[in-house]
């Protein structure tokens, strides 16, 4: 409930305007409201609960973390009556459990539906953020929540002659709610990123033809989904602090241990037994047979090896296994697919791949897609085309700070964080996986809960000791945008130009490297000294601290990027 509304505009009066109401929206609504007693309101745009997976409606949606840790740890009781039934939970399950979880707090009745957010208004004199939303609705509040994701803004390339296309067309981040019935259908999917390698084999089942347009190859790990047994329920029940002991410990936030070797530790036919053995285990533990695979090219370069012939082993026609393998980028430094039969799919006779790096798309016409090598008539074309990620989201809205200052001004080459949680010159505003958080490079759910927690505590501070404002101060910021490149720089994650890391999908896009590379346990670290340091780097207002104080000399010291051990999902 609003504790007012201003008589002369409408705008109802919050302390806390949380915007979107995926993983991060509920959890945050749950803290302010449950825990610290603020009105707060949730806006999001869709109908329901649920944030990318409310969008991701695409055939085959699935998570790529396992089960028992896309979960919310926070909640005891929420661990021991959920049961997931597969490895990796499919789009419906997940959307069943946040609607569980939502339903279980009481949080729907403090989220607007069908709300999308168009400006954000921070106001000097009065201290509050002014929200408007397309309807024209209007909102106030003390602080401002950003919960929108990462993925959330998706990116349909400007083919030319698209709106000329007769057919039917579906970008797989806005999919159809009824869904798409591809039966006998001639179907053009372009992209071969985790979402296409996920859609193709589930498209090709039931499609009279799917072609893959394919620009870059991609590797992929089998992820050996399948339900749970008895057993291993039994075990999740039994076991919860255990593995989020493990999850806070790794870098990745996932349930399992990188191992503790290097690739040459160990002799070529260990280390072919051990890529076996890790292929059999499947998904991204594949990721953790060795140490070092992000850190060293040579290292990397033997995983890189292992995979390619794999495909080679699994594609039959040797010219189409030679166009998947033909990858030039390292393992996992591109988002690593996993996939389920994406490779043998390629075997069926309905199925054929276009290259089209060597052969570029030149148009959409009425009937299909043109390349330089002739047209690929179809009924209907499926854009698996990725995200404008990160900054999409933030800069779809005008955001403005202090002196009206648009957010997408102060980004204008490139975005610009303390910690990935906020701005300099936009007070009292909180990012949850902003750019320079590690989100996107870890188990999303373990840095949700973590930014989350992190905030609800500096906000419980600053109420606690009469902060009115908070703000990033800018050096920590640029100190913090240094760290975050050298993080990145550490590993092999840059080598890729073409990664949506660095925002490269995106035409006019600047090139910087987004996420946090240097692992969600230092990350957690640095943000649990920065809090017991008084919120060191952050410039505060009201109780008894000055305006815009000088910063502590020892802000920026976030330790040497040559300490990160193992980045990436
Ligand atoms: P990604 O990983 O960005 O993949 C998008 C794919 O689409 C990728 O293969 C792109 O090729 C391809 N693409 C994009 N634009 C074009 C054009 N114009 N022509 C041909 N091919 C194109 O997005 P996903 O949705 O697969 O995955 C995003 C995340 O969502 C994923 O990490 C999971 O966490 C869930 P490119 O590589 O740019 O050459």
Not at 2 to 17: K, M, V, W
Not at 181 to 208: L, M
């Amino acid at each position: 409930m609003p504790n007012t509304t201003d008589r002369s505009t409408g705008a109802q009066e919050y302390d806390a305007l949380i915007i979107g109401a995926g993983f991060s929206g509920l959890y945050q609504l749950h803290c302010l409201r449950d825990r610290l007693g603020l009105s707060a309101q949730v806006l999001e745009t869709a109908d329901g609960v649920g944030g990318t997976w409310y969008w991701n409606r695409y055939p085959g949606a699935r998570c790529e973390s396992e089960r028992h840790s896309y979960s919310y740890y926070f909640s005891k009781e929420i661990l021991e009556e959920w049961e997931w039934s597969e490895r990796y939970p499919e789009q419906p399950e997940i959307m069943r459990y946040l609607n569980y979880v939502a339903d279980k707090l009481d949080l729907k009745r403090d989220i607007q539906f069908g709300t999308r957010v168009e400006s954000a208004v921070y106001d000097e004199a009065t201290n509050r953020w002014h929200v408007e939303t397309e309807a024209g609705d209007q909102y106030t509040a003390t602080y401002l929540i950003t919960a929108v994701g990462c993925l959330s803004t998706a990116n349909i390339p400007d083919i030319p002659g698209l709106d000329s296309f007769a057919g039917d067309w579906y970008h797989t981040g806005q999919w159809p709610h009824d869904g798409v019935d591809f039966t006998g259908k001639r179907v053009g999917q372009i992209g071969t990123g985790s979402t296409g390698i996920q859609a193709a084999p589930v498209i090709a089942s039931t499609a009279g033809h799917l072609t893959v347009f394919q620009r870059t190859p991609n590797y992929s790990v089998p992820a050996h989904n399948g339900p749970l047994s008895a057993e291993f329920k039994q075990y999740l029940r039994e076991n919860h602090d255990e593995i989020r002991a493990i999850m806070q410990s790794t870098p990745n936030g996932h349930p399992f241990r990188i191992a503790d070797r290097n690739v040459a530790d160990v002799t070529p036919d260990e280390r072919l037994a051990i890529y076996e053995e890790s292929w059999r285990t499947g998904g991204l533990r594949f990721r953790a047979a060795f140490r070092d695979l992000l850190l060293d090219k040579a290292a990397n370069d033997t995983a890189a090896e292992f995979l390619k012939d794999k495909i080679r082993t699994v594609v039959k026609d040797p010219e189409t296994a030679a166009k998947l393998a033909n990858i030039d980028h390292p393992y996992a430094a591109k988002r690593p697919p996993i996939d389920t039969h994406y490779f043998e799919t390629f075997n069926r006779d309905n199925v054929t791949l276009v290259d089209v790096r060597a052969a570029p798309i030149e148009r959409i016409t009425p009937t299909g897609i043109v390349t330089v090598n002739g047209e690929y008539p179809l009924d209907i074309i499926v854009f698996a085309t990725g995200f404008d990620a990160m900054t999409g989201p933030l800069l779809g809205m005008d955001i403005r700070g202090r002196d009206g200052q648009a957010l997408k001004d102060v980004w204008s080459a490139g975005p610009k964080t303390y910690l990935g949680l906020a701005v300099a010159g936009f007070p009292n505003m909180f990012t949850v996986t902003g750019p320079g958080s590690p989100s996107v490079l870890c188990n999303m759910p373990v840095a949700i809960e973590q930014h989350v927690e992190w905030i609800t505590d500096c906000i419980a501070h600053m109420r606690e000791n009469g902060i009115d404002r908070i703000e990033a101060g800018p050096e920590a910021a640029e100190k913090w945008v240094e760290h975050v490149n050298d993080a990145a720089n550490a590993t092999l994650l840059p080598l890729v130009k073409h990664s949506w890391y660095l925002g490269a999908n995106v035409p006019g896009k600047p090139r910087v490297f987004m996420p946090y590379a240097g692992g969600m346990t230092r990350y957690r670290a640095v943000c649990d000294d920065i809090a017991a340091k008084g919120y060191e780097g952050f410039r505060k207002e009201g109780g008894g601290h000055e305006k815009h104080p000088p910063q502590g000399a020892t802000v920026g010291d976030f330790g040497p990027a040559a300490a990160i051990d193992a980045p990436g999902v």
